[in-house]
């Protein structure tokens, strides 16, 4: 069974002026990232504006980041992992996005969201994982994001649904509670040869590690993918200062994200390193010209501009 691993950058959609998807721009980041020590790549995140897609954009971008790194390896030796993000409110909606991904074939896992807005609760939390987990023999990632969707997973739900499913294969915790973390490590440390979990925090991947994550989806990696992939790898490597080293030159850029609507951080950041992205969708609009200035006074602190 698959096991995620390393720092993965949920990609950026690049749009047009139009606000069409930049089939081109997207294999040209996804080699970027990838050239730069990403460990794997995953479109349609939060962080690529999943929400805003059609089915035929979500299939062609797909296609696209996919062709984008065939035959690379990473500096394991490993062929770069591809993981879908497959989110929607309701389960018949998410299971119609698996289908895509099913169609397009070679990827390695899909993740999924918690439903937003409904608010359900831990049994019925349960029973929408469980019901995806049973239309596919993909493996499933669960995503717990609850700073942008209220809703959370709990540990002992998590642990649940990594006993009753074998196809659940771990979480990516974006809450930013080092305790929450713990717990989903430590509940499931029995079943660590199956289930894993993915720091969500940009600013605890060193800590994650440390606790025994496997590895982090990192949006910041977008823009500085080798001093994010550095600290898994000099981690790895046994190189802890070093690896704590990388963690604190990327925090700042991470604390910055909050001074725009997210993405929109992410994509100005790619912008002043001439990777053109194109814009976030509105209603995000462009960062002001004080944060600009202050958001550049970081890149160019951290040596990325």
Do not use: W
Not at 16 to 29: C, F, H, L, P, Y
């Amino acid at each position: 069974m698959y096991k995620p691993y390393g720092v993965i950058p949920p990609i950026v959609t690049p749009f047009n002026e139009d606000g069409t998807i930049d089939k081109q721009a997207m294999v040209s980041i996804s080699k970027h990232l990838v050239d730069n020590g990403a460990h794997g790549l995953f479109p349609f995140g939060t962080t690529g504006e999943f929400y805003g897609v059609s089915d035929d954009e979500f299939i062609q971008t797909l296609i696209a980041v996919q062709l984008a790194v065939v035959d690379r390896k990473d500096r394991y030796g490993n062929p770069i992992q591809l993981i879908a993000g497959c989110n929607h409110i309701t389960t018949r909606g998410v299971i119609r996005l698996i289908r895509l991904v099913e169609q397009v074939g070679g990827y390695d896992a899909i993740s999924v969201l918690t439903p937003m807005f409904i608010s359900p609760s831990q049994e019925e939390l349960y029973n929408f994982f469980k019901t995806i987990a049973d239309s596919t023999s993909l493996p499933i990632i669960m995503y717990n994001n609850p700073p942008k969707t209220n809703v959370t997973i709990a540990p002992s739900t998590a642990l649940r649904l990594a006993r009753d499913c074998e196809n659940i294969i771990g979480i990516k915790d974006s809450t930013g509670d080092m305790t929450n973390c713990e717990e989903y490590l430590r509940l499931t440390m029995d079943l660590r040869d199956k289930f894993n979990v993915m720091m969500g925090r940009d600013t605890m991947i060193y800590a994650g590690l440390h606790y025994g994550c496997s590895g982090a989806v990192a949006s910041c990696a977008n823009v500085a993918p080798r001093l994010a992939a550095d600290i898994y790898d000099k981690f790895m490597d046994g190189d802890m200062k070093g690896a704590l080293e990388a963690q604190y030159q990327l925090a700042p850029l991470r604390i910055a994200t909050a001074m725009g609507t997210f993405p929109e951080v992410i994509k100005e950041g790619l912008a002043m390193q001439g990777i053109p992205v194109g814009k976030c969708l509105e209603p995000i609009s462009e960062l002001n010209p004080e944060q600009k200035e202050k958001l550049r006074d970081i890149l160019a602190q951290m040596n990325l501009i």
